[in-house]
C-alpha cells in the first residue's frame, strides 16, 4: 500500500494475476531490480506483480524532480533552467554539459 501511495500507482493495491505467465515466481532478474530499488522481496506473488512493481517504479523514476544539488550545479555549468528538470534529465543534461 505505501508502494502504491508512494509512487502514484492505485492499480498495484488491486493487482491479480490474469494470464499464466503472471502465476509463476518472479524471474532472478525482476527480484535482482527490485531489491536494488529497495523493496522487500516478502512483498512480491508472482512474475505478474513483480512486473507490475518494476513498470510502476519506472513510471515514478520518469518524475522524481531533480535534486537541488543537480539544480544548483547546472545553474553553475550555464544550464538556461534546470528548475523544471526531473532527477533523470538533470543528470543527461550534466553528462552533456561538463567537459570530458
Aim: charged share 25%.
Amino acid at each position: 500500500m505505501e508502494l502504491a501511495s508512494r509512487w502514484h500507482a492505485p492499480d498495484l493495491l488491486n493487482y491479480s494475476p490474469t494470464f499464466a505467465w503472471e502465476r509463476a515466481e518472479p524471474s532472478q532478474k525482476q527480484l535482482d531490480i527490485l531489491r536494488r530499488k529497495g523493496i522487500d522481496l516478502a512483498l512480491v506473488r508472482d512474475r505478474g506483480h513483480a512486473s507490475a512493481l518494476i513498470s510502476a517504479l519506472f513510471r515514478y523514476l520518469e518524475t522524481v524532480p531533480a535534486t537541488e544539488k543537480q539544480k544548483r550545479y547546472l545553474r553553475f555549468l550555464g544550464h538556461p533552467n534546470p528548475w523544471g528538470l526531473t532527477k533523470r534529465e538533470a543528470g543527461r543534461a550534466i553528462a552533456e554539459l561538463v567537459p570530458h
